[in-house]
């Protein structure tokens, strides 16, 4: 069996995990563009085009199907328009990721935010599903303050507990 050549396993044009590092490591980065870009497919051993995020900081990435959900929910909740997240800073999370039925690490896109958390002092985060925004949303409405989602979840349970 003859194996592809490196240029073809890791195509030089796009980030990958391994650029950014191991599982949990992160990059913030701002959305500069989405668009068409000739890639490797590994699928069909061809190149082909494929939709592209392409980013100020870094080379750009292959938008698969959840990252693109992701910035969807983000950025568009209301309309069809990736332009909406141009200029737009968010997150390159390294994880561990279930692709073609093996797991492997990929990056995936999460929200970025400057917010920090007045209890512990951590940058405000996605958290259970929620958007940074409906973290801070919740935690005002239901709590009293803005706070982060592992700090909601504590301060929720001692109310609880003190009832």
Known sequence: ???????????????NAELIGDVGAERVVTIKDIDMAECYDDQSKA????QTVFFEECKPMVLNKTNAKTLKKLFSPNSDNPADSFGHKVILRVESVKAFGKVTTGIRIHEFSEETCPVCGKVIMPYAGK??????DISKRNLGQVMCGECMKNKAKEKKDAE
Do not use: Y
């Open 1 to 15: 069996m003859s194996l592809p050549s490196w240029e073809k396993i890791i195509d030089p044009n796009f980030i």
């Open 47 to 50: 190149k082909v085009q494929k």
């Open 131 to 136: 958007t940074v925004q409906e973290i801070m």
